[in-house]
T-cell receptor
Framework: NAGVTQTPKFQVLKTGQSMTLQCAQD?????MYWYRQDPGMGLRLIYYSASEGTTDKGEVPNGYNVSRLNKREFSLRLESAAPSQTSVYFC???????????FGSGTRLTVV | QKEVEQDPGPLSVPEGAIVSLNCTYSNSAFQYFMWYRQYSRKGPELLMYTYSSGNKEDGRFTAQVDKSSKYISLFIRDSQPSDSATYLCAMSAGAGSYQLTFGKGTKLSVIP
């Protein structure tokens, strides 16, 4: 019963470096999401995938790209990391748009 | 005015107290209302899920929604130290809307 698995758990990048955050769910959920959580800002949606084969921008998509690799996996890529992207990143999944979300345990990213 | 307002606290109560957590919102299209609990350095976990106005009870937890006042509440009876966490309200306009809007969270400490 793994739920939503995120890797890595921690990462330090230098400005300009790229990296991909991985997310996988084993609940046969249709929809997957990427959020970032910053102090005083709450959870903000970066991108989401309503179903396999589709992706859409959320509230704060700039500087990020996503890939819905298959029904289980949804990755988030930072092409050229900036200090403003220092945050905790959460992946989540749900059956559909009106069901509750299951979150992963997060990736703590620091860009120096 | 922000779409969802939530008092960040911190809120500190003695063990056994009744806790009241609240959110107000401005978007009258919201129909689905959730409460998530987030322990330190963990992902949010779904606690309560309600549709439209009314009450829902689950053990020591009661969620209330008053759509006419655009106000939702979470009550915790007989609070325990294990309830110490940040509580996030979240809401959605419903089917087809994949953008769950979160409050910034209220940090609760239950003192033994």
């Amino acid at each position: 019963n793994a739920g939503v698995t995120q890797t890595p758990k921690f990462q330090v990048l230098k400005t300009g470096q790229s990296m991909t955050l991985q997310c996988a769910q084993d609940m046969n959920h249709n929809s997957m999401y990427w959020y970032r959580q910053d102090p005083g800002m709450g959870l903000r949606l970066i991108y989401y995938s309503a179903s396999e084969g589709t992706t859409d921008k959320g509230e704060v998509p700039n500087g990020y790209n996503v890939s819905r690799l298959n029904k289980r996996e949804f990755s988030l890529r930072l092409e050229s990391a900036a200090p403003s992207q220092t945050s905790v990143y959460f992946c989540a999944s749900s059956v559909g748009s009106v069901s509750g979300y299951t979150f992963g345990s997060g990736t703590r990213l620091t860009v120096v | 005015q922000k779409e969802v307002e939530q008092d960040p606290g911190p809120l500190s109560v003695p063990e056994g107290a009744i806790v009241s957590l609240n959110c107000t919102y401005s978007n009258s299209a919201f129909q689905y209302f959730m409460w998530y609990r987030q322990y330190s350095r963990k992902g949010p976990e779904l606690l309560m899920y309600t549709y439209s106005s009314g009450n829902k009870e689950d053990g020591r937890f009661t969620a209330q929604v008053d759509k006419s006042s655009k106000y939702i509440s979470l009550f915790i009876r007989d609070s325990q130290p294990s309830d110490s966490a940040t509580y996030l309200c979240a809401m959605s306009a419903g089917a087809g809307s994949y953008q769950l809007t979160f409050g910034k969270g209220t940090k609760l400490s239950v003192i033994p």
